[in-house]
């Protein structure tokens, strides 16, 4: 029989860096859910991806267990790794602060496409590349599906 679901806990994590200490520990401790077997088991799971945010969707059951999904570190830190800057503009309308290709969007999109809500890779990267809009960072080059879109 299945469990019962009591809740969900989203939060972004630093790979290989849980520990109990705020945003996590108040979050997870607010369910009941063991703190330290989460962290445990984190840690474990994301020893390849060291200090990479990585958001977790956390599924609280009643009887106080848990099971979690990792997803793919988000596009916006992703297109800062690749334009190599800190932050994005504060007015990505009128202050531009970086450039990314296209190559560099296909390569976000087709890492992301597991969690967008999209079918091809060419939405996806329509998605990738309006973040990197919003973000005030210029994608290079025509788009290659003719407009730049």
């Known amino acids: 029989m299945a ?3 009591s809740g969900f806990v989203k939060l972004q994590v630093k790979g290989g860096q849980a520990n109990p200490a705020p ?5 997870l401790g607010s369910k009941g859910v063991n703190i330290m077997e989460f962290c445990k088991q984190f840690n474990a799971r994301t020893q ?3 200090g990479k945010v990585l958001p977790v969707t956390l599924t609280v059951f009643t009887d106080k267990s848990f099971e979690f999904v990792i997803k793919t570190p988000p596009a916006a830190i992703q297109l800062m ?3 190599k800057q800190q932050t994005g503009s504060k007015e990505p309308n009128r202050i531009k602060v970086g450039k990314v290709s296209w190559a560099q969007v296909e390569e976000i999109a087709k890492d992301k496409m597991a969690d967008l809500n999209c079918f091809t890779i060419e939405s ?6 309006g973040t990197a809009r919003s973000m005030g960072f210029t994608v290079e080059g025509t788009a290659p599906w003719g407009s730049n879109a």
Do not use: F, L, N
């Not at 945003?23 to 979050?27: E, Y």
């Not at 996806?124 to 590349?129: S, T």
């Open 3 to 5: 469990k019962e679901i």
């Open 23 to 27: 945003p996590i520990g108040p979050a």
């Open 48 to 50: 390849d991806k060291i």
């Open 81 to 83: 790794d690749a334009a």
């Open 124 to 129: 996806a990267m329509k998605m990738v590349a």
